[in-house]
């Protein structure tokens, strides 16, 4: 079903190939092979990262692929001012998969568009990151058995966060129970993501603080609130404190409840919150190589 | 189909007739004049022919009135789904806005909560009311009738 497939917004996708990309990821743990052997992944970050570019080339490289690519913009002759469209071409010509993360939104679907081979969009400025959400429903669904009938609190800024965007967009294609949004007044989701939710019927609050709506959560999706989003300094000090996952909130709560953070984090996560069974993102972490392992045999049309 | 009933008390608000009315002409190339009281529109469907007219929308249909009648007719089925090359889109980082990539700039045309809104297909951004407005009124070949 996905085989030959652009991957631009994980609502590009229906519930049934979430699930097959989760069935396969499953087949993918700890599995090393050949099946894209002669394969060449192109690795197009424009912007910098570590862990997805990382992850991709470990998932590549475990399936017997190759990889090619560049890890920023100053690096290429994107700095001498060639366009993205270019190097797409360039890109598409050698390689059979391209994968890319730029700091505009929409530069995927352009890529897309222009490119004759899949393109897998691996962050576009502020709008999507599809992989990082199905790796985040996947840990979900590891973890708890079921991504249905849990109630959710996606914590920090919604309004720049793509992770956050992404793993919101997830949760609409099954049956969570409620989606807490948990944020500053001015970092709020934005509207096209509210609009989903509106859309599909999923039942969802905007509140501003995580302690208040604790006891009724089984996920806590933590993301980052940055600094440099507030008018002033004074603002995120005065707010900064409740969106913050600490120990004590967890056992407070009364519930089973995990912890993921798409990393990497700053304080968001109360560090001694690591070694118990609250904390699922260093498990979601390392969920990333299965998932795109999957992800990139199912576009390939190559099973194990 | 559905089954439409035209009531003067249906006319939605005069922004959100306007924008739709702007929107579905926009579509089909052409040329809109309104006035400043928002309920009544100069449509200059060929150059030196105009047609005065009131409008409502009927979600997603619209409806036009024509001037000294009291008839209505149904000038669109629905609402135009997508357009391209209207206006910039508003987000600055969107990619359809670095001039040197050519991402011809394309809107799908939603209606939410009665009122006519777009959304940039490539960042996503939703354009609403007075945002709406502002992008149609600086790219269309509209002006204020002053006669
Ligand atoms: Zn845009």
Not at chain 1, 214 to 233: H, P, W
């Amino acid at each position: 079903m996905l085989k030959g497939r652009d991957i631009i917004s994980i609502l590009d996708l229906s519930r049934e190939e979430l699930e097959e990309l989760f069935s396969t990821a499953r087949r993918m743990e700890g599995y090393r092979g050949r099946i894209l052997e002669g394969w060449i992944v192109a690795l197009a970050f424009f912007e910098p990262s570590t862990r997805t570019r990382l992850s991709f080339e470990s998932a590549a490289k475990r399936l017997g692929a190759s990889t090619i690519g560049f890890s920023s913009a100053e690096s290429t002759s994107i700095a001498k001012g060639e366009t993205l469209s270019d190097t797409v071409r360039m890109l598409d010509s050698y390689a059979d998969i391209i994968v890319l993360r730029h700091r505009y939104e929409g530069a995927a679907l352009l890529a897309a568009n222009i490119a004759r081979h899949p393109v897998i969009n691996g962050g576009d400025g502020r709008q999507h990151h599809p992989t990082q959400a199905m790796i985040d429903l996947y840990t979900v669904e590891r973890i708890k058995g079921s991504i249905d009938d849990l109630n959710y609190a996606v914590v920090g800024d919604l309004k720049h966060g793509r992770a956050a965007s992404s793993f919101i967009y997830g949760l609409t294609m099954f049956k969570p129970g409620r989606i807490y949004l948990v944020s500053p007044p001015s970092l709020r989701a934005r509207p096209e993501v509210i609009r989903v939710l509106r859309e599909r019927g999923v039942r969802y609050t905007e509140t501003q603080s995580l302690s208040e709506v604790i006891g009724d959560v089984d996920i806590v999706y933590m993301t980052r609130v940055q600094k440099e989003r507030f008018r002033s300094l004074r603002e995120y000090e005065e707010v900064k404190g409740s969106y913050k996952m600490t120990l004590e909130l967890a056992e407070n709560s009364g519930r089973d409840l995990i912890v993921l953070h798409p990393l990497p984090r700053v304080d968001e996560i109360d560090q001694r919150l690591d070694e118990t069974r609250y904390a699922a993102y260093f498990q979601q972490a390392a969920n990333g190589i299965p998932v795109r392992m999957a992800l990139l045999s199912l576009i390939a049309g190559v099973e194990p | 189909m559905t089954s439409i009933r035209v009531e003067e008390g249906f006319l939605l608000g005069p922004l959100e007739y306007r924008d739709a009315l702007l929107l579905a002409f926009a579509a089909n190339g052409a040329q809109v004049v309104f006035m400043d009281d928002g309920y009544y529109l100069v449509l200059q469907d060929k150059p030196g022919g105009s047609l005065l007219a009131s409008a409502a929308v009927l979600n997603p249909g619209i409806i036009l009135r024509r001037a000294g009648s009291n008839a209505y007719e149904r000038v669109a089925e629905n609402l135009p789904g997508e357009i391209e090359g209207l206006a910039p889109c508003p987000n600055p980082t969107c990619i359809t806005n670095q001039p040197r990539e050519k991402a011809a700039r394309r809107f799908r045309v939603l209606v939410m909560e009665g009122r006519v809104a777009m959304q940039c297909v490539y960042c996503g951004t939703l354009i609403m009311r007075d945002d709406l407005r502002r992008m149609l009124a600086a790219s269309l070949r509209v002006e204020a009738d002053h006669s």
